[in-house]
């Protein structure tokens, strides 16, 4: 075994030599991506340490303003609480009111710390005069009686520093129905000389947008209930240079309707999310081919979208009154499968999910609407207690679907009516479903796969696609044998 020498002394890394900074010999490119994955509030106070961490700080591409960053844990907790109160019925109500001082109190808080910080970032920026070129805001802070420098930012990110991705959110105090003004002359002072190609506005009254010549696509999300529908008409009309629009739990007036008519209009993709319209009339967009209706009622007047290619669709309808001492009664009414199909016979993708205590969803009164170009098909969430086989009308209009996906929900509530099929031949629960696939097998020619899955779902990919969850649930040999036997009896393969 060898011996370790002990008449050579051992080489030790020699001790820094105090006040040696290190990090600042650090070339910039490194430091500016050390600063990137800082918060911006962290980012921004480095600029005290020296001219250089100055210097470096007014190079970030991006800044992120966000309220909710300086919230504490409790008060999540605390809000948490206050929703299970609401959950575990009028008993706990005494509880839930004593959650609000607290919750509020922090909310101030941090609105306090947002706005500091914001004040001290434009005096200290203003103070250096030196420019500053961005890219991106992002923005998100409490309506309050002084948000004035939150205008103050936006202005003088689009008017001075040319950014081209702007969000603001302004979130009302909790349980407080609120919204943030612009100032008169709205985001910017000369937004015709912006660079703005995408904003996102939230919890707002709904600014003039029409002067951004930039502008591709604009979100909007908890406008003012009581913007009129003009205003939205506007955006349709008057922003031709749009490409993608979404209006997310956007209001207006009662028993208002919004007509989509723009023939000028370049937007290629719309998505219309839990919007409180009347109505939504689809009369004409011509550079249209993508579309998403979510939980917002929607109806096509023409057939004027020769460019539309995807389709999404939810929509539930219908609730049950339990009354004590009464029966149960159900409140709801049906509507044709041609109402949200009827006019866009050239779409070749479609995700459909209708919902409900009952089936509302009736046959088209005429048989001429086809889907002949449909290829991919998803029908998602179907309530157990539906009829599962009223799919059927989709594919009686599809004959050309290569993939179809049709995902059965559990439901408690009891079976509902059944669609009258000829022959008439039903079957419940799921020998319905058998009948089903037995129809998809001798319907559907150009499908090659055929799959039944136990407890599988989809799982959404954005809008428009989707990809099948299975578990891990085997079938027994026994099950195979009498499930294959049951679909293929009577399936004509000619």
Sequence with gaps: MARIRTDRPLRRRPRPARGDDRVSALPDDLLLLVLRRLDTRTALGTGLLSRRWGRLQRELPALDFRVSNMLPPRYHGLVFLHHDTNRNGPHCLFKKFAFMPNIMRYERRAMRALTSSVESFLDEDGARGASRSLSRLRLEFFITHNTGCMNRLIAKCIDHWGVRDLEAVARPIYFRQSVHTFPSYGLCQEPRASSLRSLKLGGCTLPPVHEFSELTMLVLQGIQKSTPTAAYEGVFTLCPQLQVLHLRSCGCPWDTDLLVDAPSSHIRELVLDKCRFRQVRMRGLPSLESLASMDTMLHFESASFPCLR????????????????????YIGHQRELG??????SDITNLVIRFTGPRRWIMPASSSSSLLSKLRKLLVADVPSSWDVSWPRLLLEMAPSLEILHIHIAPCKEKPGDL??????????????????????????????????FKNGHAQEKGHWDWEMVTEQHSWTDEEKDTMRKQIMDGVSFS
């Excluded at 031949?425 to 796969?449: E, P």
């Design 419 to 452: 669609i009258s099929w000829q022959p008439t031949k039903l079957r419940r629960r799921t020998k319905r479903q058998i009948y089903l696939v037995r129809f998809v097998i001798g319907a559907s020619t150009a499908l090659r796969r055929v799959a039944l």
């Design 310 to 329: 995807q389709c999404k669709h939810t929509e539930r309808i219908g609730t049950i009154l339990r009354p004590l001492g009464r029966r149960s009664e």
């Design 339 to 344: 109402s949200f199909l009827g006019c866009t």
